[in-house]
C-alpha cells in the first residue's frame, strides 16, 4: 500500500494525475460523472482552505461550511436579484468572504483552542440561522434559482457540464500551486511555528495576531471561492448550504487525505466522494459499509493517507541514514586493524 502511495506523491505521478483529469470527461462513462468528480473538485478547494487555517496554524474553524456558503449567496444574490453578470459577481464574493473572515477573525483568533472552536462553531451556526430566517434578502427555504452561469467571452458556453468542469479544474489547479508555494514561504514556516506552539513562535518574534488573522483570511477566501464556484455550477441554492454537516465533511475529507499535507485534501475528498456515489444503490443502509471502512481509515492510516506515507518515508529515510551511518563506523573501525597487521 505504502508502496502505491509511494508512486502517487513523485513528481512524475503528479503529472500522470492531471493528465488523468484533464482527460477524464473523455473516458467518464457519463456527463453525470464528470459532474460528479466536478463537485468533489469544487469541495477540494473548500478543504484546501481549511487546510490552511486547521493544517498549517492548527486553529479549528467550525465556520469554514458557513464562508461557503457566504461565497455562494453573494454570487447567487448578485446575478439572480441585482443582475450582475458571472465574473464581477464572483469577485464580490471573494471579497466579500475575505472580509467578513477578517471581521470574524479579529475577534474568534483571541482565543485559544477548544475555545476557537467552540466559537466559530457558534459563528458557523448563526450564518446558517441568517441565511434561512433573513427572508428579504437570502429568500429564506425557498433559496435563490436562476443564479447565472460563467460566461466564456464568446469562445466556450460554461452552461455545459464539461466546459465547466474544465474551469473548475483550472482554479484546483491554482488551488494547489498556491498551497505548495505558500508551504515552501517564510509566511507558511510562519504558520506552521504557530501551530508547533503559541509562546515558542512568541519567542522567535512571530506576530501571532496578524499571522493568524491572514491565515483566517486566506482560509474563508479559499471557501468563498469554492462557494462561488458550486453556486456557478447547480445555479440553485438554499440554507443548507450553510449547514454545520458541511463543515464537518470538509473536516473529514482533510483528516482522510492527511492534515497539513499538500495533496492530502484531494486524495481526501476524491477519495469520498466517489466511494459515497459508490454505495448510493445501498441508500439508507450505506453508512452500514461506509461507516466502518471509515474506521479502518483511521486505524490503519491514523495521520490520513498523504500524512502517513510521509510519516512512513521520513522514518523509511532515518532507517537508511542510520544503517548507512553504522555501515561507515565499522568500516572505520577494520581499517586500521588491518593497518596494524600489514605493518
Same mark, same amino acid.
Given at each position: 500500500?505504502?508502496?502505491?502511495?509511494?508512486?502517487? +506523491?513523485?513528481?512524475?505521478?503528479?503529472?500522470?494525475?492531471?493528465?488523468?483529469?484533464?482527460? $477524464?470527461?473523455?473516458?467518464?462513462?457519463?456527463?453525470?460523472? @464528470?459532474?460528479?468528480?466536478?463537485?468533489?473538485?469544487?469541495?477540494?478547494?473548500?478543504?484546501?482552505?481549511?487546510?490552511?487555517?486547521?493544517?498549517?496554524? %492548527?486553529?479549528? #474553524?467550525? !465556520?469554514?461550511?458557513?464562508?461557503?456558503?457566504?461565497?455562494?449567496?453573494?454570487?447567487?444574490?448578485?446575478?439572480?436579484?441585482?443582475?450582475?453578470?458571472?465574473?464581477?459577481?464572483? @469577485?464580490? !464574493?471573494?471579497?466579500?468572504? !475575505?472580509?467578513?473572515?477578517?471581521?470574524?477573525?479579529?475577534?474568534?483568533?483571541?482565543?485559544?483552542?477548544?475555545?476557537?472552536?467552540?466559537?466559530?462553531?457558534?459563528? %458557523?451556526?448563526?450564518?446558517?440561522?441568517?441565511?434561512?430566517?433573513?427572508?428579504?434578502?437570502?429568500?429564506?427555504?425557498?433559496?435563490?434559482?436562476?443564479?447565472?452561469?460563467?460566461?466564456?467571452?464568446?469562445?466556450?458556453?460554461?452552461? /455545459?457540464?464539461?466546459?465547466?468542469?474544465?474551469?473548475?479544474?483550472?482554479?484546483?489547479?491554482?488551488?494547489?500551486?498556491?498551497?505548495?508555494?505558500?508551504?515552501? *514561504?517564510?509566511? %507558511?514556516?510562519?504558520?506552521?511555528?504557530?501551530? #508547533?506552539?503559541?509562546?515558542?513562535?512568541?519567542?522567535?518574534?512571530?506576530?501571532?495576531?496578524?499571522?493568524?488573522?491572514?491565515? $483566517?483570511?486566506?482560509?474563508?477566501? &479559499? !471557501?468563498?471561492?469554492?462557494?462561488?464556484?458550486?453556486?456557478? +455550477?447547480?445555479?440553485?441554492?438554499?440554507? /443548507?448550504?450553510?449547514?454545520?454537516?458541511?463543515?464537518?465533511?470538509?473536516?473529514? &475529507?482533510?483528516?482522510?487525505?492527511?492534515?497539513?499535507?499538500? +495533496?492530502?485534501?484531494?486524495?481526501?475528498?476524491?477519495?469520498?466522494?466517489?466511494?459515497?456515489?459508490?454505495?448510493?444503490?445501498?441508500?439508507?443502509?450505506?453508512?452500514?459499509?461506509?461507516?466502518?471502512?471509515?474506521?479502518?481509515?483511521?486505524?490503519? $492510516?491514523?495521520?490520513?493517507?498523504?500524512?502517513?506515507?510521509?510519516?512512513? +518515508?521520513?522514518?523509511?529515510?532515518?532507517?537508511?541514514? *542510520?544503517?548507512?551511518?553504522?555501515?561507515? *563506523?565499522?568500516?572505520?573501525?577494520?581499517?586500521?586493524?588491518?593497518?596494524?597487521?600489514?605493518?
Amino acid at each position: 500500500m505504502f508502496k502505491f502511495a509511494s508512486l502517487l +506523491m513523485t513528481p512524475a505521478a503528479k503529472y500522470l494525475m492531471l493528465a488523468f483529469a484533464v482527460l $477524464f470527461p473523455f473516458f467518464a462513462a457519463n456527463e453525470y460523472q @464528470v459532474y460528479v468528480m466536478a463537485t468533489a473538485f469544487v469541495w477540494a478547494i473548500a478543504v484546501y482552505g481549511l487546510n490552511i487555517i486547521t493544517g498549517f496554524c %492548527g486553529q479549528l #474553524n467550525l !465556520a469554514h461550511g458557513g464562508f461557503f456558503a457566504i461565497g455562494a449567496y453573494t454570487l447567487g444574490l448578485l446575478t439572480a436579484d441585482y443582475g450582475w453578470s458571472f465574473w464581477p459577481a464572483f @469577485v464580490a !464574493a471573494l471579497v466579500m468572504a !475575505a472580509v467578513l473572515g477578517f471581521l470574524v477573525g479579529i475577534v474568534s483568533l483571541r482565543l485559544k483552542e477548544h475555545y476557537f472552536a467552540i466559537f466559530t462553531l457558534c459563528v %458557523g451556526f448563526i450564518i446558517y440561522l441568517l441565511i434561512d430566517k433573513w427572508e428579504e434578502l437570502t429568500h429564506g427555504a425557498i433559496g435563490v434559482r436562476d443564479i447565472a452561469a460563467p460566461y466564456g467571452f464568446g469562445v466556450v458556453d460554461f452552461t /455545459d457540464t464539461t466546459p465547466f468542469y474544465y474551469l473548475v479544474l483550472a482554479f484546483l489547479v491554482f488551488a494547489i500551486w498556491f498551497m505548495g508555494r505558500l508551504s515552501k *514561504s517564510l509566511l %507558511g514556516r510562519t504558520f506552521i511555528a504557530i501551530r #508547533n506552539g503559541d509562546e515558542l513562535a512568541q519567542s522567535l518574534g512571530i506576530n501571532l495576531m496578524r499571522n493568524k488573522v491572514l491565515a $483566517f483570511v486566506l482560509s474563508t477566501t &479559499y !471557501a468563498g471561492l469554492a462557494g462561488a464556484l458550486y453556486a456557478g +455550477m447547480v445555479r440553485f441554492i438554499g440554507p /443548507d448550504e450553510a449547514n454545520i454537516n458541511h463543515t464537518f465533511d470538509m473536516i473529514t &475529507y482533510l483528516l482522510v487525505g492527511g492534515i497539513g499535507t499538500i +495533496m492530502g485534501p484531494l486524495l481526501g475528498t476524491v477519495g469520498i466522494v466517489w466511494i459515497t456515489q459508490s454505495l448510493q444503490f445501498l441508500e439508507e443502509y450505506r453508512m452500514i459499509i461506509f461507516g466502518p471502512l471509515l474506521v479502518l481509515l483511521v486505524i490503519f $492510516f491514523p495521520r490520513g493517507i498523504a500524512g502517513s506515507f510521509l510519516t512512513w +518515508m521520513h522514518r523509511k529515510s532515518q532507517a537508511l541514514g *542510520s544503517g548507512k551511518k553504522h555501515k561507515e *563506523s565499522k568500516v572505520n573501525t577494520v581499517q586500521p586493524r588491518e593497518a596494524e597487521s600489514n605493518a
